[in-house]
């Protein structure tokens, strides 16, 4: 073997080596920057409903027809997403959800008084159920996936409707958590209420209400409740 080969030869282990440590190096960072994601901060204005907080936890096995009720309002949700971003036609998509009447309201498809039995046949059993207050005053409460149901006591049925996950359809026009505050009056109207923090409107015995990021202009959740 002449020098310029035994040279060579020689070399070859090491710069199979260091192209190894380059590749492995490549490889780590790359999953290093992959993982990275931040949270967006959520911000909470005024709320009728006491103990609000408390509303969102979701917790327990989930059952066979909440499943089959969600998935139809997360479907019906992501069909008119799909729509839009795609620029087709979303004539469908408004039809499938009625306008905001002050005379008839609701959202998710319950009504304000609505009972509690014919709220499960609806729904499907609930993937959380609690209980807040006492006697007269207490609230029962029921947990499905992104949104939840308050009932009074005896025959006053529905006392309150929150949504709080983009996936679940509101049944106002298209809307949903996230759209913007400008889009949410162009659909609803001029609200009886404004701040920076929220809208809402007037109904029969009920009022709707939309909690707002100041920042960003969004919506964070839509809350009907039993006007006291």
């Known amino acids: 073997m002449d020098k310029p080969q035994h040279q060579a030869a020689f070399a070859l282990p090491y710069i199979k080596a260091a192209l ?125 996936e992104g949104y939840s149901i308050g009932f009074g006591t005896g025959n006053k049925g529905v006392l309150f409707v929150e949504i709080h996950a983009k996936s679940v359809a509101t049944g106002l026009s298209g809307l949903r958590v996230g759209d913007t505050e400008d889009k949410a009056v162009k659909a609803l109207g001029k609200p009886d209420a404004q701040s920076a923090y929220l809208i809402a409107y007037e109904g029969k015995q009920s009022v709707l209400k939309l909690d707002l990021d100041p920042d960003k202009h969004e919506i964070i959740s839509f809350k009907l409740f039993i006007e006291s």
């Open 20 to 144: 190894a440590v380059a590749i492995i190096t490549t490889l780590t960072t790359g999953c290093s920057l992959s993982l990275g994601q931040s949270e967006d901060e959520q911000v909470i204005g005024n709320d009728p409903i006491s103990s609000s907080n408390s509303l969102l936890a979701n917790s327990g096995p989930k059952q066979g027809k909440a499943d089959a009720a969600n998935d139809t309002l997360i479907e019906r949700a992501d069909d008119e997403e799909t729509a839009e971003a795609t620029g087709a036609s979303n004539t469908k998509a408004k039809t499938t959800e009625p306008k905001w009447d002050k005379e008839h309201p609701s959202l998710a498809s319950i009504a304000i008084g609505q009972q509690k039995a014919e709220v499960i046949k609806k729904l499907g059993d609930p993937i959380d159920a609690y209980s807040q207050g006492d006697g007269s005053q207490r609230i029962d409460i029921m947990e499905y």
